[in-house]
């Protein structure tokens, strides 16, 4: 219940964000499409940095251990559930964007300061290992369906300074190398920076809407519960009969990271790659708004179920 409450005003925390973005746009101070601008800053210099800082942590056997188990179950859940989102999005005629908007969780901006101010700063190694891997699939799978494109272009792929990231913080945890300090509290600094600017990027999409039709559109709350509540019941049966939880004497921890990974609402990431792309932004950023709305309830929910079955 504990965990539940705390998550509960996290969230909470950053719907305000929210408004703060929606606020200075109706307050004339910017103006909603400013807000591409952030988006950019957001995936090409924000992401990385959180994860490079995530990876510079002591190297020790206890460490790798939880890290391979994180690695592990964040692979086998997003390839189970892209499987079964894909044949969802076949069977409700689902367009691009809304397909996204349920598989891609929003991790890469709320697992951060979710696990830190849950957890403590020592555990949010293993949320970025869950980050890792989806970041492979936001860059292959759902970049390719939001820019319609017929084919992957690995170069552009291999070359991202996502995925480039992700090889730097590898390589540095493995070989046990530690950047100056002047350099980590600098990455560090500007990762801090994802939850706010994330969820201002929303803010500021979503008072460019009519309300009315994103209340009034139906399909909007369909996907949020396909994204709030039946992907995090499918995850949670699936930790469960991986039996995952109880590998060591910190994997029920770290399953709950992965867990609350998943659990949280659809993605900025879909939202800005909308923009980036151009795809309908206004859409995604409204299924991101209304799963966010809905998160403050369903995610501690969801929380006191995984610590009453696993």
């Known amino acids: 219940m504990h965990i539940s409450i705390l998550l509960m005003e996290q969230i909470i925390e950053l719907f305000i964000m929210i408004l703060m973005g929606f606020i200075i746009v109706k307050a004339g101070i910017v103006k909603d499409e400013d807000s591409k601008v952030l988006s950019?800053?957001?995936?090409?210099?924000?992401?990385?940095?959180?994860?490079?800082?995530?990876?510079?942590?002591?190297?020790?056997?206890k460490t790798v251990r939880g890290l391979l188990i994180a690695f592990a179950a964040s692979v086998i859940l997003q390839?189970?559930?892209?499987?079964?989102?894909?044949?969802?999005?076949?069977?409700?005629?689902?367009?691009?964007v809304e397909v996204a908007s349920v598989y891609y969780s929003n991790s890469g901006n709320l697992i951060v300061p979710i696990v830190t101010f849950i957890?403590?700063?020592?555990?949010?190694?293993?949320g970025c290992a869950f980050m890792s891997v989806q970041l492979v699939f936001l860059w292959t799978h759902c970049k390719k369906i939001i820019s319609r494109e017929s084919s992957y272009d690995w170069r552009k792929i291999v070359f991202n300074i996502n995925m480039i990231s992700i090889v730097i913080g590898v390589v540095l945890f493995f070989t046990r190398i530690h950047l100056p300090q002047l350099i980590n509290d600098t990455i560090g600094s500007v990762g801090s920076m994802i939850g706010p600017a994330s969820m201002i990027?929303?803010?500021?999409?979503?008072?460019?809407?009519?309300?009315?039709?994103?209340?009034?559109?139906?399909?909007?709350?369909?996907?949020?519960f396909l994204r709030m509540l039946l992907v995090p019941l499918i995850s949670l049966?699936?930790?469960?009969?991986?039996?995952?939880?109880?590998?060591?004497?910190?994997?029920?921890?770290?399953?709950?990271?992965?867990?609350?990974?998943?659990?949280?609402?659809?993605?900025?990431?879909?939202?800005?790659?909308?923009?980036?792309?151009?795809?309908?932004?206004?859409?995604?950023?409204?299924?991101?708004?209304?799963?966010?709305?809905?998160?403050?309830?369903?995610?501690?929910?969801?929380v006191l179920l995984y610590e009453e079955f696993i």
Not at 47 to 55: H, L, T
Not at 119 to 126: F, I, M, P, T
């Open 237 to 302: 049966i699936l930790i469960k009969i991986s039996h995952m939880a109880y590998l060591s004497a910190d994997a029920p921890k770290i399953m709950l990271i992965v867990f609350l990974a998943v659990i949280t609402p659809s993605a900025s990431t879909v939202t800005q790659m909308c923009q980036v792309y151009g795809n309908d932004s206004r859409y995604a950023s409204a299924i991101n708004v209304v799963t966010t709305l809905c998160a403050v309830v369903t995610m501690p929910v969801m």
């Open 201 to 224: 990027v929303t803010g500021m999409l979503f008072a460019g809407m009519d309300l009315k039709k994103v209340f009034a559109n139906r399909r909007v709350y369909f996907v949020t």
């Open 40 to 61: 950019k800053i957001v995936l090409y210099l924000i992401i990385p940095c959180v994860i490079i800082n995530a990876f510079q942590v002591d190297y020790t056997s």
């Open 119 to 126: 957890l403590g700063q020592e555990w949010v190694l293993y």
């Open 79 to 96: 390839l189970v559930l892209l499987f079964i989102i894909s044949a969802m999005g076949r069977l409700f005629h689902m367009n691009e």
